[in-house]
């Protein structure tokens, strides 16, 4: 790849085995989403239920397959725990992470989380008060500083079903949290949420420093909101997918991170049941089209 742009494609292995869902390609070992991946093309991985939690057995594995670690997902609690709790709860995964090479953490709020959950999604968490959002992003920016000491910056996923999931949700933490805190773009989640991914990166791209490549099909998601889904009915009816065989301008988002001078990676994630949409396939096509993307804005400049 063109190397004038500093970026890598990676993917999440929630493509061959889900962690919300493990029954989702359970029986799937790791090593073959891992050789799969290398095989495809694919830079790095991040972490998912499979992966070994110790640095050095993480290292072997990764080292195995000539691939790096891009990032792995946190379930902080945040909006219930103290900052002390949770630096004392962090501090094994902030470690694999340091150790392993990984310069983000995916942080997911999960207190109060409806992404396991039954419950349809609009029955999420939110906060009320001006008091609530401030003392959460107080906290989320002393967490965020705590994890930069270690090298590895907070990436704020944004998500269904959790505190913050609108647009609206999304503006006002990065207004009120400290630039400690990054954020993870996910243009899935954003565009399932009732946001413009393209308007929203725009505005919010400077403090962005990973992102999540991820299709939606609007017609899954239309049933999702009418039929008063749980996210992982959504999930298994197909509500995401890969660029490629969605609905997403990934075009102009690759343009804006360009343009913006971004940095990172650019992970390919798609939850999906691997029955109906076969993980090797659909990896391979997502990896294809951003990698057409990436070259041609590359092309261009």
């Not at 269904?160 to 400690?180: I, S």
């Not at 690759?254 to 999906?272: D, F, K, N, P, T």
Request: charged letters at 25%.
């Amino acid at each position: 790849m063109n190397k004038r742009w500093n970026v890598r494609i990676g993917i999440n292995p929630i493509s061959w085995t889900n962690d919300d869902l493990p029954s989702l390609g359970g029986e799937t070992p790791l090593d073959v989403a891992l050789s799969e991946g290398k095989a495809i093309g694919y830079d790095g991985f991040e972490l998912g239920n499979k992966f070994p939690r110790e640095p050095q057995a993480l290292r072997d594995v990764l080292a195995r397959h000539d691939l790096a670690l891009v990032s792995g997902w946190y379930s902080g609690q945040l909006a219930l725990r103290s900052v002390e709790e949770e630096i004392a709860a962090v501090r094994p995964h902030l470690e694999l992470l340091a150790s392993n090479g990984a310069t983000v953490m995916v942080y997911g709020e999960v207190a109060d989380s409806m992404q396991g959950a039954s419950a349809p999604l609009y029955k999420r968490p939110r906060f009320s008060r001006d008091d609530q959002w401030r003392r959460y992003a107080d906290k989320l920016t002393a967490f965020a500083r705590h994890t930069l000491q270690h090298g590895v910056r907070v990436g704020y996923h944004h998500h269904m079903g959790a505190y913050v999931e609108t647009p609206a949700d999304v503006d006002r933490l990065m207004a009120l949290a400290g630039d400690e805190v990054g954020l993870l773009f996910d243009s899935g989640h954003m565009t399932f949420a009732g946001g413009d991914a393209v308007a929203m990166l725009e505005k919010h791209v400077a403090r962005v420093c990973h992102v999540h490549c991820k299709d939606v099909r609007p017609a899954v998601i239309k049933l999702a909101r009418n039929r008063n889904w749980s996210f992982l009915e959504a999930v298994i009816n197909g509500a995401f997918t890969v660029r490629g065989d969605g609905a997403i301008d990934f075009d102009a988002l690759v343009a804006i991170l360009h343009r913006s001078g971004y940095r990172g990676w650019l992970v390919v994630e798609a939850e999906q049941d691997p029955v109906v949409a076969p993980p090797y396939r659909y990896a391979e096509m997502g990896y294809r089209h951003l990698a057409k993307i990436v070259n041609k804005v590359q092309e261009r400049a």
